[in-house]
């Protein structure tokens, strides 16, 4: 299975700050099959970005993503109050789907 | 809108089964898949398995394997998780999602969890 392995664990930053969090893969991740997913406390994760670069329906353009291969990046240009929250990467190249183990995005 | 509701909270006890429901509106089931995801207290996010909405085809995490049932009622345009042998370490909130009918890619939206807690 591939794993994907997330730093940093924890960043802690300012609002309108530029946040960059890395998904690397233990493999090649085929055709760039990579989402990125936001997790608040108490809800449910939600959808940013999928085939490693495009926004999901809704999602603010300060949301990037990019990466090919091993290597992914998420990037929020301007962090927001409401962005401070778990960000998780996840692949769908190989089964068993799986995700990384999570970035805490947390106010400074 | 597409929503996902899911079933309310179980308590059950170690060597049991329980079944969560998941029920679909705003989309035509037929035309997408079901993910189940765990998320055990203050972890992270565990794949389980997926359905295909269209024709029932299913693919299960092989730690699941052999545990794990996943099934739709396309009338009723619900999906079911259902989990046998349960022990303590299976106490997690499961959530289902939306996903492809042919193969499972990425989760979007998500029911608002299931929580599941194991306890003799």
């Known amino acids: 299975e591939i794993v994907l392995t997330q730093s940093p664990g924890s960043l802690s930053l300012s609002p309108g700050e530029r946040a960059t969090l890395s998904c690397r893969a233990s493999?090649?991740?085929?055709?760039?099959?990579l989402a990125w997913y936001q997790q608040k406390p108490g809800q449910a994760p939600r959808l940013l970005i999928y085939d490693a670069s495009r926004r999901a329906s809704g999602i603010p353009d300060r949301f990037s993503g990019s990466g090919s291969g091993t290597v992914f990046t998420l990037t929020i240009s301007r962090l927001e109050p409401e962005d401070f929250a778990v960000y998780y990467c996840?692949?769908?190249?190989?089964?068993?789907?799986?995700f990384g183990q999570g970035t805490k995005l947390q106010i400074k | 809108q597409v929503r996902l509701v899911q079933s309310g909270p179980e308590v059950t006890k170690p060597g049991a089964s329980v079944k969560v429901s998941c029920k679909a509106s705003?989309?035509?089931?037929?035309?997408?898949?079901i993910s189940w995801v765990r998320q055990a207290p203050g972890q992270g996010l565990e794949w389980m398995g997926w359905i295909s909405g269209y024709n029932g085809y299913s693919d299960y995490a092989q730690k699941f394997h052999g545990r794990v049932t996943l099934t739709t009622d396309t009338s009723t345009s619900t999906a079911y998780m259902e989990l046998t042998n349960l022990k303590s370490d299976d106490t997690a909130v499961y959530y289902c999602a939306r996903d492809q009918s042919s193969s499972s890619i990425f989760f979007d939206p998500w029911g608002q969890g299931t929580l599941v807690t194991v306890s003799s």
């Open positions: 996840q692949q769908y190249s190989n089964s068993p789907r799986t």
């Open positions: 705003g989309y035509t089931f037929s035309s997408f898949g």
């Open positions: 493999q090649s991740v085929d055709s760039g099959y």
